[in-house]
Every structure is written in C-alpha cells, then in structure tokens.
C-alpha cells in the first residue's frame, strides 16, 4: 500500500540549529516526492520536489530508495520556519497524492 | 485575486444535510484537486480532475461527489453529512498534470 510517514508530530528546534524533518514511504516503483509548508495564516505551497533538487529557502531533501525516505533539512533553523510541513507522494501509476500527516516545526529563539 | 478561490469560507449545517463547496482554479491551470484535512487524518487527497475530466480518486466516500465544469471549476457536494464530516476542505489547482499544486484558502465544513 502507498503511504506516507512523518513520525515526529512536532519537532522544535533552536534557531541556528540544523534541522531535519523526516519522511519516509511506501511505494512500488518510482515515486515523484514534494514537501509542502504552511505557515501561519497562509496556505498550502510547496516547498520543493525531488526531481527539481532545488535548495528553496535553504532547504533541501535527497531521496533515498534504498531507505525509501525524503527528509528534509536545512542547516541553520531561522524563526520564519516556524510552520507545518507536510511530505507528499504522488504515484506515477494511478496519480493519487498521498500527503502524510504533517510535522509542526516550532524554532525556538 | 488570481490565485485558487474557494467559496463558502465557512459553512454550518446539520446532520443529513447535502451541502456544495466551490473551487475556482488560477487562470490557466486545468487540473484541479480535492483534499479534507481533519485533525485525527490531516490531508487526504479526495479527487482530482483534469480538463473536466476524472483523473485520480482518493479516499472519497461514496455520499460525496465532484465535477470540474468546462470553465474549469469544480464543485464538490457533500451529501447525508456527517458529524465526522467536520474538516477543512482544500482545494488546489496545477497547470498540467504533475506540476505543483496552487491551493486555495479552504472552506471550513462544521456539522451539527
């Protein structure tokens, strides 16, 4: 079955802090993967995607087959990263979109 | 606002009731998605639809159902609600099929 994990719930961080939200899936062939943030009073954008390999806001997150994960790091934790993320799969088969249930990540001053 | 545009914002009804949430996807995009996000499920991905077409269905249950118009908007009605239906319903809009996915602000369903 597809699916999503994101253990942590929440995860807080001191600014400066590395940070790395953890995402991990389950899927049969090859997965196209997204992180998505919402910040406070904002909507649902997405972050990044795995096959732009982008570095957004400092971010970046390598997919791992072999560990079928998809964390998503960032060296130095700033205050505006305060905010919900939530990884997503899409399947490449059917086209479904399978969010996991997200991780507030909370940057301490 | 050239963005995704839901209506009603918010919506209260009672049990039994068939309610319709709107999606008007950014101009231009011709795909368009449906997700409910409730506290104890977070975000699940109901349906999406591309050019007025069914593309992909999700875990939507049979008492719901959606349509994309040949404007491009899409409805998603709610019908026989129950109180379990209570969530935040997002909608979201791309370009082409796997491109990223613009989101609307949502509509907030309470049920009674």
């Known amino acids: 079955a597809q699916r999503v994990t994101q253990p942590e719930k929440l995860l807080s961080v001191f600014k400066g802090a590395p940070v790395e939200l953890k995402c991990n899936y389950s899927y049969s062939g090859s997965p196209e993967l997204f992180w998505y943030v919402q910040y406070s009073r904002q909507r649902l954008q997405l972050l990044l995607r795995h096959i732009s390999r982008e570095s957004i806001k400092g971010f970046t997150a390598d997919l791992n087959k072999g560990e079928t994960s998809f964390h998503l790091k960032k060296p130095f934790a700033q205050e505006e990263d305060s905010a919900m993320y939530y990884c997503a799969l899409k399947s490449g088969r059917d086209d479904k979109i399978i969010f996991g249930k997200g991780t507030r990540l909370h940057i301490l001053p | ?112």
């Open chain 2, 1 to 112: 606002d050239s963005g995704v545009t839901q209506t009603p914002k918010h919506l209260i009804t009672a049990t039994g009731q068939r309610v319709t949430l709107r999606c008007s996807p950014r101009s231009g995009d011709l795909s368009v998605y449906w997700y409910q996000q409730s506290l104890d499920q977070g975000l699940q991905f109901l349906i999406q639809y591309y050019n007025g077409e069914e593309r992909a269905k999700g875990n939507i249950l049979e008492r719901f159902s959606a349509q994309q118009f040949p404007d491009l908007h899409s409805e998603l009605n709610l019908s026989s609600l129950e109180l379990g239906d209570s969530a935040l319903y997002f909608c979201a809009s791309s370009v082409r099929l796997a491109d990223e996915q613009f989101f609307g602000p949502g509509t907030r369903l309470t049920v009674l």
